[in-house]
């Protein structure tokens, strides 16, 4: 669920910003445990926050590979 996240907010700070997007990851699933730990729906664990954090990062990674492989495959428009 947290991959779509990644690389969203990857796309959103253009790939520069590796701290900022697992940043966000981590407290987007913090927030849901803590959510789920207080209004005691569905079980509070740490690897949730753990794997979620994971995602955010797999999907910035997919994000900057998307833009690598954007920028070998279209050439740069010649300046004149």
């Given amino acids: 669920m947290f991959v779509p996240i990644g690389f969203l907010a990857g796309c959103l700070w253009h790939g ?3 701290k900022k997007v697992i940043g966000l990851g981590l407290v987007v699933s913090l927030v849901i445990e803590l959510g789920q730990l207080v209004f005691e729906k569905g079980v509070a664990e740490i690897d949730d926050v753990i794997h979620n954090t994971l995602g955010t990062g ?3 990674i997919i994000t900057l590979s998307v833009v690598w492989i954007w920028h070998k ?3 740069k428009k010649a300046t004149h």
Avoid: N, S, T, V
Wanted: charged share 20%.
């Fill in 73 to 75: 495959l279209i050439p």
């Fill in 16 to 18: 520069k910003d590796f």
């Fill in 58 to 60: 797999i999907g910035y």
